[in-house]
């Protein structure tokens, strides 16, 4: 079945289409939409509010969508990494993270990315296709700790802001009434940020934003990022300026420290610069190494002295401690490439 007849991902105006299409009465979308989201079910059949005639109809046009993970890692530290079937016999990876007072689970949105970060193994994959809304949404819905989870990230596969649509129809599933109900502070969406798409992220959603900055000098970030050459993050903050961010809602940039590049004064100081007036936070992450990069691991005292050095300056900043490491669940390391992208 193609992704038009998975009932899974679709929103309550999409459900409204499906219903009206059957001859089903309008009530039927909120109930279908409960059932889809608020519960946890493996056949249109067992929609018992709906009449046999409406589950019979459903089931003849329409499945369910779901699709349970294939593969699970564990790690040392409690980190769980999960290997999700998508479209096409692709594959996409999500990590769960539990700790102390929070449960999140890290979402992928694309299998693959076509920006090519030298530091994301993700990127080094290259591009083969989008996910749909109801498989960005599986992956917590056939997730064995669903009922634990209390934040979600969408910082996985992928660049969120590249598949802007099914994101967003995503985000609306979660955070509705008719859907999971979700508080949009519980959800973050990271972007290396795309110019146009960052002001309409934040126009029509109410989760927050994390950008990924990495380095404040153009010349740096285009040497690891290739998206500053169409993107510049000049472009970017100007977007972010140029909303109105309530009290509520958090920017964040998330900066990967690498070792003797990118974390100096000079460069603590240029942060504060391109950050002023923008109330956020910045995420420091000790870069985790790829194969055959030459880029290198910082040392833990080289960060915290430079989290230091950014707090003196007035940049809020924290240290993003890595979960996951040992199974590959880390930060840049989430990659579907050794499988060929495809189902054995």
């Avoid at 499906?18 to 409960?34: C, D, E, F, H, T």
């Avoid at 539990?98 to 694309?110: D, I």
């Avoid at 993700?122 to 056939?142: D, R, W």
């Avoid at 000790?286 to 050095?309: H, I």
Wanted: with cysteine.
């Amino acid at each position: 079945m193609n992704r038009n007849d998975a009932l899974f991902g679709k929103t309550e105006s999409e459900l409204l289409e499906v219903s009206n299409k059957l001859g089903m009465p309008r009530y039927a979308a909120k109930q279908i939409a409960g059932w889809l989201y608020k519960k946890k079910i493996l056949s249109v059949d067992e929609m018992t509010n709906l009449s046999a005639v409406s589950r019979k109809k459903l089931g003849k046009e329409y499945d369910l969508g779901l699709s349970g993970f294939s593969e699970a890692r564990v790690s040392s530290d409690g980190t769980k990494k999960y290997l999700f079937p998508v479209q096409n016999g692709m594959f996409v990876e999500a990590a769960y993270i539990p700790e102390r007072n929070r449960n999140t689970l890290c979402l992928s949105t694309q299998v693959g990315c076509r920006w090519g970060c030298d530091f994301c193994m993700t990127g080094k994959q290259g591009f083969t296709g989008n996910l749909s809304a109801g498989e960005i949404i599986n992956q917590l819905q056939s997730l064995p700790e669903k009922e634990n989870v209390t934040n979600i990230v969408y910082m996985g596969m992928g660049e969120p802001l590249d598949n802007l649509e099914e994101v967003l129809k995503s985000l609306e599933i979660l955070t509705s009434e008719w859907g999971y109900a979700m508080s949009p502070r519980r959800i973050t969406v990271s972007t290396i940020g795309i110019t146009g798409k960052v002001s309409r992220f934040l126009k029509e959603s109410n989760c927050h934003l994390a950008v990924s900055l990495h380095t404040p000098f153009e010349d740096e970030r285009m040497s690891i990022m290739p998206v500053e050459k169409v993107h510049p993050l000049e472009k970017v903050l100007e977007e972010i300026r140029g909303f109105d961010i309530d009290n509520q809602r958090r920017i964040s940039f998330e900066y990967i420290v690498f070792g003797d590049m990118n974390h100096s004064n000079r460069h603590a100081s240029k942060l504060a610069e391109i950050l002023k007036g923008i109330k956020c936070r910045i995420n420091l992450i000790p870069y985790n190494p790829l194969p055959g990069s030459t880029l290198e691991e910082p040392y833990s005292e080289a960060v915290e002295k430079f989290r230091d050095t950014l707090i003196k300056k007035g940049v809020f900043s924290t240290i993003r401690k890595s979960r996951g490491r040992d199974i590959s669940a880390a930060c840049g390391l989430l990659s579907t490439k050794n499988r060929g992208d495809r189902a054995e």
